[in-house]
């Protein structure tokens, strides 16, 4: 009887432990994301027209206006845009995992994108952080309209924002979609 309850009091104190820890780690996310409103909440301009920022980025809507932002790509996890009555939005719910499938968001995020960038307005496509799933609907256009390769996207991305880097498995995603328009199944350049 006693082991039993022992038993019952320990499976506590873990459940007690286990809530307490994330109860911290959920107080150490705010403390970030606030952080981050601060230190960096200003779109980035990586080509015309296209702007990369952060979660901190598209909740500043004083530095929206100043850039003159008129669409924003949100490529992460929320329930609904950020100021969606005053800017065109697309939220494509997406986690920064290596296992999950991005490239079938391309044609989506590629066609938001030229839309703005076709009409000379200023889009900035975000993520939680700029660096990952933003990054790589960015690289995704970059190859598919100026025509560029995965590293050469990749490159001129981190000469703007040098903590640009998609995790690896967009970025094999982004290099079978760079095959998938350029390469022949044999690798031979198609015309």
Known sequence: MQQAEETQEKKENEMSHNISVQNLMDKIKIILIMRQLKEDSIPIEIIPNLYLGCLGCALNKKKLLESNIKFILSACEMPKAPFSNDFGSLIININDSV???????????????????????????????????????????????????VNEALELVKTKRPIAQPNTGFMKQLQQYYDTLYNNIDGKQQE
């Open 99 to 149: 296992d999950q499938d991005i490239k079938s968001k391309f044609d989506e995020s590629n066609a938001f994108i030229e839309n703005a960038v076709n009409t000379q307005q200023n889009i900035l496509v975000h993520c939680f952080a700029g660096k990952s799933r933003s990054t790589t609907f960015i690289i995704a256009y970059l190859i598919k309209n100026h025509k560029m390769t």
